[in-house]
């Protein structure tokens, strides 16, 4: 489709959506939105959101029912500001970045508890929890390293699941689809809720053979062809149990298995023929005890991971790697008086691994934490919190954090600053460091990495003009310093350079100096009903990014996210028919591989439809399109996106 005609169709939709909401946000029932006084957990302090200070984002059970998503990371996608470059749909792989991170300065929790694989930051999508399990998402945008440590730089994606979260329901939910390409999709997700014991769980399945892919071979005008097929597979299940003494217990376990065409996921090599396996099993234990002040809760998580993957099979190029994280929070909350709390807390964790091309290696890490939150009147809201950490990456590090807010009326004016790291990750330190004669263009890493910091300012407004409809803009600043990225560099400039071909060039891991990034980020949320049977709900976010850096380094990951991205959702229920659309669109920079002879486009934008019909309160069918215009794209250079995508569905619900 052509770029001018499909710009200035959303144009055109986006201003049809703005006059229709301001008609009936004046005509309509008034039901007041509760986006700015959810309680948020990530915060450690659990504040309503509209006294953090922060530009945070909670996303309910209900509103995740209304977003068109194929996966648990498409469905962050469609959040304001949150950028997926996806390698494939249907959540095979994707590197999530907020606010013009790396993907791998985004802190990815599951239930308070850090999920970050630590071989590579390309493996944090791989979420072990399905759709059908959430309570809700949490969304904390910006620095967050004062409250959970390294990795939270561009923010906090905190997924809370049945039984972790508030819900108090019991329900049982089934769906199943069934679309081209011999797709198979298919979810299921229970919760038990009772006075003594809660049980939970969720399952997820999504299979195809894949698109028919057609490629140039270079110097050559015959075609060559391949399916990006895809074989994931999820299971979760949650207890718990309430004792005396106002003590709770809960655990989780779940299992996380994909086998997936990884063609030019990581490399524009005209030899990549790419497979990989991936298993994730993640147990975690809390134990939480309530007082009418107080709240102590301990936390233990335990990440196994696997992989294998075949760079080609024309050619021995299997490359194995296992993974284990065991992590130890402690905290303590202890309400003072009705103006001021305070949370201390401690961590403590180890890393390590096992790989066939970076070697066995192992961290051990530790931290303390507090926190205080301060209600000096009716108006302001003032907290604070420090962090220091050890770790034997990059021994100590200081990390503070204040953030404040003050509400007017409709308005609420808020600001932080704070201070963040990121260690670099296996891959980054050691990637091919065991592969003899490595050939040119691959990724190597430097086991010298120094550790990224950063400093991170915002000031934003939310303004409500009506009770059903919430206004939200926000600037920031980051300034970093040491950020890792892979740099073109040649074999003389590297000094492990054992493995290499002389006068060659390399990606290589590199502390980059003074990279600066300034955003703004604009959000619109309404929702509001004629009804119970009759909704309308649209959320739109729009975000600037403009990342630079004084040497002017040519590097991979500091240019690639979106320099303009729009998500927006729209979503109206009427009578028996469910009605939805969401979209993006991306502006970033043009990037050739012409190994490949593929280009990445400077914009795309790309819409999904869903048509819903309830047969009965319990039963509804559903056709679904996904990439509505049939756009040709890419998220990553090499490995193109799936094309207008059919399915329909058959859904079953049912809650006490």
Same mark, same amino acid.
């Given at each position: 489709?052509d770029?001018?005609?499909?710009?200035?169709?959303?144009?055109?939709?986006?201003?049809?959506?703005?006059?229709?909401?301001?008609?009936i946000?004046?005509?309509?029932s008034?039901?007041?939105?509760?986006?700015? #006084?959810? $309680?948020?957990?990530? !915060?450690?302090?659990?504040?309503?959101?509209?006294?953090?200070?922060r530009?945070?984002t909670?996303?309910?059970?209900?509103?995740?029912?209304?977003?068109?998503?194929?996966?648990?990371?498409?469905?962050?996608?469609?959040?304001?500001?949150?950028?997926?470059?996806?390698?494939? /749909?249907?959540g095979?792989?994707?590197?999530?970045? =907020?606010?013009?991170?790396?993907f791998t300065?985004?802190?990815?929790?599951?239930?308070?508890?850090?999920?970050?694989?630590?071989?590579?930051?390309h493996?944090?999508?791989?979420?072990?929890?399905?759709?059908?399990?959430?309570?809700?998402?949490?969304?904390?945008?910006?620095?967050?390293?004062?409250?959970?440590?390294?990795?939270?730089?561009?923010?906090?994606?905190?997924?809370i699941?049945k039984?972790?979260?508030?819900?108090n329901?019991?329900?049982l939910?089934?769906?199943?689809?069934?679309g081209?390409?011999?797709?198979v +999709?298919?979810?299921?997700?229970?919760?038990l809720?009772?006075?003594?014991?809660?049980?939970?769980? @969720?399952?997820?399945?999504?299979?195809?053979?894949?698109?028919?892919?057609?490629?140039?071979?270079?110097?050559? #005008?015959? =075609?060559?062809e391949?399916r990006?097929?895809?074989?994931l597979?999820?299971?979760? =299940?949650?207890?718990?149990?309430?004792? +005396?003494?106002n003590?709770q217990?809960?655990a989780r !376990?779940?299992?996380?298995?994909? &086998?997936f065409? /990884?063609?030019?996921?990581?490399?524009t090599?005209?030899?990549d023929?790419?497979?990989?396996?991936?298993?994730?099993?993640?147990n975690?234990? /809390?134990l939480? +005890?309530?007082?009418?002040?107080?709240?102590?809760?301990?936390?233990?998580? &335990?990440?196994?991971?696997?992989?294998?993957?075949?760079?080609?099979?024309d050619?021995?190029? #299997?490359?194995?790697?296992?993974?284990?994280?065991?992590?130890?929070n402690?905290n &303590?909350r202890?309400n003072?008086?009705?103006?001021?709390?305070?949370?201390?807390?401690?961590?403590v964790?180890?890393?390590?691994?096992?790989?066939?091309?970076?070697?066995?290696?192992?961290?051990?890490h !530790? @931290?303390? &934490?507090?926190?205080?939150?301060w209600q000096?009147?009716s108006?302001?809201?003032?907290n604070g919190?420090?962090?220091?950490?050890?770790?034997?990456n990059?021994?100590?590090?200081?990390?503070?954090?204040?953030?404040?807010s003050?509400?007017a009326?409709a308005?609420?004016?808020?600001?932080s600053?704070?201070?963040?790291?990121?260690?670099?990750?296996?891959?980054?330190?050691?990637?091919?460091?065991?592969?003899?004669?490595?050939?040119?263009?691959?990724?190597?890493?430097?086991?010298?990495?120094?550790?990224?910091?950063?400093?991170?300012?915002?000031? @934003?407004?939310?303004?409500?003009?009506?009770?059903?409809?919430?206004?939200?803009?926000t600037s920031?600043?980051?300034?970093?310093?040491?950020?890792?990225d892979?740099?073109?560099?040649?074999?003389?400039?590297i000094?492990n350079?054992?493995?290499?071909?002389?006068?060659?060039?390399?990606?290589?891991?590199?502390?980059?100096?003074?990279?600066?990034?300034?955003?703004?980020?604009?959000?619109?949320w309404?929702?509001?009903?004629?009804?119970?049977r009759t909704?309308?709900?649209w959320?739109?976010?729009y975000?600037?990014?403009?990342?630079?850096?004084?040497?002017?380094?040519i590097?991979?990951? $500091?240019?690639?996210h979106a320099?303009?991205?729009?998500?927006?959702?729209?979503?109206f229920?009427?009578?028996?028919?469910?009605?939805?659309?969401?979209?993006i669109?991306?502006?970033?920079?043009?990037? %050739?591989a012409?190994?490949?002879?593929?280009?990445?486009?400077?914009?795309y934008?790309?819409w999904?439809?869903?048509?819903g019909?309830?047969i009965?309160?319990? %039963?509804?069918?559903?056709?679904?399109t996904?990439?509505?215009?049939d756009?040709d794209?890419?998220?990553?250079?090499? /490995?193109?996106?799936?094309g207008r995508?059919l399915?329909? @569905?058959?859904?079953?619900?049912?809650?006490?």
């Open positions: 489709m770029l001018g005609r499909s710009t200035c169709i959303s144009q055109i939709g986006l201003l049809i959506g703005f006059i229709v909401l301001i008609e946000s004046t005509g309509w008034q039901v007041p939105l509760e986006i700015d #006084t959810i $309680v948020v957990q990530s !915060t450690r302090l659990p504040l309503p959101q509209n006294e953090t200070g530009n945070i909670v996303a309910r059970s209900d509103l995740i029912a209304n977003i068109v998503s194929t996966s648990l990371d498409d469905l962050l996608q469609h959040l304001p500001g949150v950028e997926v470059q996806s390698r494939n /749909a249907f095979v792989q994707g590197d999530i970045s =907020l606010r013009g991170s790396t300065q985004v802190l990815i929790l599951v239930n308070g508890m850090k999920l970050n694989d630590p071989l590579t930051g493996f944090n999508s791989y979420i072990p929890v399905s759709d059908m399990e959430i309570d809700r998402i949490e969304v904390l945008r910006g620095t967050a390293s004062a409250l959970y440590g390294a990795d939270a730089v561009g923010g906090v994606i905190n997924i699941t039984g972790f979260g508030s819900t329901q019991s329900s939910s089934s769906e199943i689809s069934y081209e390409n011999r797709l +999709k298919a979810q299921n997700g229970f919760s809720n009772r006075e003594k014991y809660f049980l939970s769980g @969720g399952f997820s399945l999504s299979k195809s053979k894949g698109e028919l892919i057609e490629e140039k071979i270079i110097g050559n #005008t015959e =075609l060559e391949y990006n097929f895809f074989d597979k999820n299971f979760g =299940l949650s207890f718990g149990t309430r004792f +005396k003494n003590w217990m809960s !376990t779940s299992y996380d298995d994909r &086998h065409s /990884a063609r030019y996921f990581y490399t090599s005209p030899f023929k790419s497979i990989e396996t991936t298993q994730n099993w993640w975690q234990l /809390a939480q +005890k309530n007082t009418e002040h107080t709240q102590t809760s301990i936390n233990l998580a &335990h990440r196994y991971g696997t992989d294998e993957f075949v760079f080609s099979p050619f021995p190029s #299997t490359n194995t790697h296992s993974t284990n994280f065991w992590n130890l402690i &303590h202890q003072i008086n009705r103006s001021l709390s305070l949370n201390i807390g401690t961590q964790d180890h890393r390590s691994i096992e790989s066939s091309d970076r070697g066995n290696h192992s961290d051990f !530790t @931290g303390i &934490h507090a926190m205080a939150a000096p009147g108006q302001w809201n003032l919190s420090f962090r220091l950490d050890y770790d034997q990059y021994k100590v590090e200081f990390t503070p954090q204040f953030n404040a003050y509400r009326g308005f609420n004016l808020r600001g600053v704070g201070r963040s790291i990121r260690a670099a990750d296996y891959t980054e330190r050691y990637v091919s460091y065991l592969l003899p004669n490595l050939t040119p263009g691959r990724s190597l890493g430097n086991p010298d990495l120094r550790a990224e910091e950063s400093w991170s300012e915002e000031l @934003g407004l939310d303004y409500r003009p009506t009770p059903t409809w919430l206004l939200k803009a920031f600043l980051r300034q970093s310093s040491n950020l890792i892979y740099v073109p560099t040649n074999t003389s400039q000094p350079n054992q493995n290499l071909q002389p006068g060659e060039t390399y990606f290589y891991a590199s502390n980059i100096t003074d990279v600066n990034t300034f955003g703004l980020e604009f959000e619109s309404f929702h509001t009903s004629w009804n119970e909704q309308l709900r959320i739109m976010g975000t600037y990014l403009n990342t630079s850096n004084d040497e002017d380094v590097s991979v990951y $500091v240019s690639s320099k303009h991205l729009i998500n927006t959702m729209l979503s229920k009427f009578g028996k028919l469910d009605i939805a659309l969401n979209g669109y991306k502006n970033r920079s043009e990037r %050739l012409s190994s490949l002879d593929v280009q990445l486009n400077p914009n934008q790309v999904n439809f869903r048509l019909v309830n009965t309160d319990q %039963l509804s069918l559903n056709l679904t996904h990439n509505l215009l756009e794209y890419q998220d990553i250079l090499g /490995a193109p996106m799936p995508w399915m329909g @569905g058959i859904r079953f619900s049912f809650s006490e």
